[in-house]
């Protein structure tokens, strides 16, 4: 263990911010803001900060510090250099009021580049300037322009699906607790950051007749229709310990996929037959998921022009660029899938979003260019017995949603953009799938590697079937018995990602709940701007 991480951990530890601590919303005695004359310290009066902290989005000098009171109060934010907090700055944040469920966030600019940054956060009520919450703290480590550190990351996706939601027996969603110790540079959330479709109850018989007893709050007792039930969702996931912990501590990237909303949405689904709604238009479910999404995701909104876009890029650096992509907002109807002709029934992209990401991919000058994405490529993911969720139709040529995927890889091969990896989620399995042009129907295309982690504490399920458009060789795949079996089975899964920084080689391992590589892949980076491998 390096002398940093050591640092880190003891901050940590100091702030009870490890678990089996006190947990989010309690860290140092008093803040800094605390400590001056006058301020009301009685806990029965103060603001209380349940969910903790968060912190995403993060660059080289820049990132979203994340938060959420209990009442109307305003959010202060102190961060620093160093854990003593000496010379540290102090920023009078944004207000927490209720038409955001007080929630906050504030982006802290002008940061330097690969440094630690310890902060805390308190919030400011609103009734009486006196009255300031017990601060919270957490520790983050900004991204390098140039190529000085190695580079460390996790991602999966599917979190409380299925009913399987915290149990404490088991010790809560333990397996943010395993991706903490970890201590990456970050996180990739990859959808299905909350299952609003899935109602939580206080037990349900798992394999082998064992029992697994979840916390349930009213909120997660039904499906979410309302805007108390989608932010329900979200506090939730915070009530575990284990949950708060990770935040932070690791600094995430969100992206969603369908269950922040329903099942299988798109503008077009139709909940006229599902006797759990009493809301039966889907745009206005749209509308309360999307809002709750976006509150209590640590993501950096846009711009005013369209505030609710999720697609976007971070660089890491020279090593590696993320493109995180949105697969669910833009897309026409789940259908048979099969026009031969560009449509808005084929979007999946959206034209929109389709130009950006090879715009993006073409400018970007990192060695590395990873594509977080919400589903894979070439797994079949049925809507029905006749229509289609994902992209993937079956087989033969590009059909329907396939047509924007051909689009894309044709334009990466044209440009000679290389280095592209595609991380994803949304199965329920892990998975190594390597696309060659030899063994798919559709050829204009370089070679690539997907990769699939997930769930992180959801029903596990698969495998699913392949599509030989793109010609994807299952090099290995790890998936259940029989569908959703409990985290009681163990087949819980996150991928991790390490690229050196003299060599440039991706190592990508697929890990299980406590750990254990269950699959890894080194990639050579393609050079050719140098003329050799790297």
Not at 8 to 19: G, I, N, Q, T
Not at 194 to 208: F, L, Q, R
Not at 385 to 403: Q, T
Not at 479 to 504: C, H, R
Request: include cysteine; charged fraction near 25%; hydrophobic fraction near 35%.
């Amino acid at each position: 263990m390096s002398n940093d991480t050591q640092n880190r951990r003891k901050f940590l530890k100091d702030s009870c911010l490890l678990v089996g601590g006190a947990g989010a919303g309690t860290a140092l005695s008093k803040s800094a803001w605390s400590l001056a004359p006058g301020v009301i310290t009685s806990d029965t009066l103060r603001p209380k900060m349940l969910q903790g902290i968060q912190f995403g989005d993060v660059t080289a000098n820049r990132a979203i510090v994340w938060s959420r009171a209990d009442r109307p109060a305003r959010m202060l934010v102190e961060y620093s250099y160093n854990e003593s907090f000496s010379s540290s700055v102090k920023i009078r944040g944004p207000y927490a009021l209720d038409n955001t469920d007080f929630t906050a966030r504030l982006d802290l600019s002008k940061l330097r580049a690969n440094r630690d940054v310890f902060v805390r956060v308190s919030f400011q009520d609103l009734t009486n300037d006196r009255i300031v919450s017990e601060a919270t703290v957490g520790h983050f480590i900004t991204g390098a322009k140039s190529i000085s550190r190695d580079l460390h990351f996790l991602w999966s996706g599917d979190t409380a699906g299925q009913g399987w939601g915290i149990n404490p027996d088991f010790g809560g969603m333990k397996i943010y607790e395993t991706m903490r110790q970890e201590q990456p540079d970050f996180f990739v959330h990859c959808g299905d950051t909350v299952y609003a479709d899935g109602p939580i109850a206080e037990s349900v018989v798992a394999e082998n007749g064992a029992v697994w007893k979840n916390i349930v709050t009213e909120e997660v007792s039904k499906v979410a229709e309302t805007m108390t039930e989608f932010r329900g969702r979200y506090k939730y996931n915070m009530l575990d310990h284990n949950v708060r912990a990770f935040n932070a501590e690791v600094p995430q990237v969100w992206q969603w996929d369908d269950h922040e909303v329903v099942n299988n949405w798109s503008d077009a689904k139709d909940l006229n037959d599902d006797d759990r709604y009493t809301e039966k238009n889907v745009p206005t479910l749209i509308a309360r998921g999307a809002t709750a999404f976006l509150e209590y995701a640590p993501l950096r909104p846009f711009s005013a022009k369209e505030s609710g876009r999720v697609y976007r890029t971070i660089p890491y650096g020279k090593l590696m660029e993320l493109f995180v992509i949105d697969m669910r907002s833009y897309r026409g109807p789940n259908s048979a899938n099969d026009q031969t002709k560009a449509s808005a029934e084929t979007q999946f992209l959206g034209e929109e979003q389709l130009e950006w990401l090879q715009r993006s991919l073409k400018r970007s000058r990192a060695t590395w260019k990873v594509i977080a994405s919400d589903m894979p490529i070439g797994l079949v993911v049925r809507d029905g017995a006749e229509s289609f969720e994902n992209m993937a139709n079956g087989d033969g040529e590009p059909k329907g949603r396939e047509l924007e995927m051909a689009r894309l890889l044709r334009f990466i091969k044209h440009n000679k953009i290389e280095n592209v990896v595609w991380l994803t989620a949304d199965v329920h399995y892990c998975a190594a799938h390597y696309y060659s042009p030899e063994k798919a129907v559709f050829q204009d295309f370089e070679p690539f590697w997907e990769f699939v982690a997930g769930p992180l504490n959801a029903g596990s399920f698969g495998p699913n079937s392949v599509d030989n458009t793109f010609g994807p060789e299952v090099v290995f795949q790890k998936a259940p018995e029989s569908p959703n079996m409990s985290p009681f089975a163990g087949l819980q899964f996150y991928g991790d990602v390490q690229i050196d920084k003299y060599t440039q080689e991706m190592t990508v391992s697929l890990k299980d709940i406590d750990g254990s590589i269950v699959f890894s892949k080194t990639l050579e980076a393609q050079t050719r701007y140098c003329g050799h491998r790297g």
